[in-house]
């Protein structure tokens, strides 16, 4: 009797355990539903924030749209006193500053990144250097446009002169050159980050097999991390594009085709930055949104492209 009385006590324990344990199940497969649940709403609230950008510059592009058609983005004429509108300048004048100045960047990230992230992981130089350039990253861009007003500007006016074309120095070269400084944080640290990554092993059986430190570099390293480099080079390249206050400052603000790298230009987004608040007319108030959109339609445009090569160079 009594150790029927034992035994029963000691179901009761167990069961209590079981008891216990299937409250702890359903409490974490709650927390499961609950953040499931509100990372699909965040997902489908940033889809709806997108779209309701998207449609809120179309809607207002309407009137431009139906003034000007197609001829809006082939026409190079923009003069608001007669109401003739064309956004070709601005489209050639932010492709051709932004993809310079990521040619140019593009040598320094990667030297940046295999520096930091391969020659010196760790010690003072190397915290340094790394918050230096996160530092880079975070500098407001109208502190770039002074820099570059007041010491990047006489540079390349003095580096006109010497090669004998008109020294203005304000304009796309100029524009390229300071886009090049302040993207550079942006692919650099993400090409060290992914630099890091790489596994150990891989390095170590290369050098074991007699791989010297270039070979290491060209044949393991890049290879494993290019799709990250390359997601880090697509990243500058958009803050390219959508650079306004700086550019504004150093492009020379003009609104007709470049007629050289050299000379100055206008971008989409500078246009907007010196124009929009003396827009007058439904015309041209239209106008300056239709161009915005179309920097959102180049800027996605950009985007799809860059995740087509990082997904075949991440297959490779």
Not at 255 to 280: H, K, M, Q, R, Y
């Amino acid at each position: 009797m009594q150790e029927s009385l034992v035994i029963n006590d000691r179901d009761l324990i167990n069961t209590d355990k079981i008891v216990s344990e299937e409250k702890k199940v359903r409490k974490f497969r709650l927390f499961d539903f609950l953040f499931r649940k509100s990372i699909g709403l965040s997902a489908i609230f940033f889809i709806i924030l997108l779209l309701g950008i998207f449609l809120t510059l179309l809607i207002r592009s309407i009137p431009s749209i139906g003034a000007f058609g197609i001829n809006y983005y082939t026409h190079s004429t923009w003069n608001p006193i007669e109401n003739e509108f064309g956004s070709l300048p601005f489209l050639v004048g932010t492709l051709i500053t932004s993809f310079l100045a990521l040619i140019i960047t593009i040598p320094f990230s990667l030297s940046i990144s295999l520096f930091l992230g391969e020659y010196f992981r760790k010690g003072m130089l190397s915290n340094f250097l790394r918050n230096a350039v996160e530092l880079m990253g975070g500098i407001p861009s109208v502190i770039y446009g002074l820099w570059g007003v007041f010491f990047l500007v006489p540079i390349v006016r003095n580096f006109e002169v010497s090669i004998g074309v008109p020294s203005l120095g304000l304009g796309i070269f100029t524009t390229a050159l300071l886009l090049f400084v302040m993207i550079i944080p942006y692919s650099a640290s993400i090409g060290r980050e992914v630099i890091t990554l790489v596994p150990q092993n891989l390095k170590e059986g290369a050098l074991a097999l007699g791989a010297t430190k270039y070979e290491l570099i060209r044949s393991i390293i890049v290879p494993y991390a290019r799709s990250g480099i390359i997601a880090g080079i697509l990243l500058a390249l958009g803050r390219a594009l959508g650079e306004t206050m700086a550019v504004t400052m150093v492009i020379g603000n003009r609104n007709a085709l470049p007629d050289s790298i050299f000379g100055p230009a206008n971008t989409i987004a500078s246009v907007i930055a010196n124009e929009f608040t003396e827009a007058v007319g439904d015309v041209y108030l239209s106008s300056l949104i239709q161009i915005g959109l179309l920097l959102f339609i180049v800027t996605t445009i950009i985007s799809i492209i860059g995740k087509k090569i990082i997904k075949r160079f991440g297959n490779l």
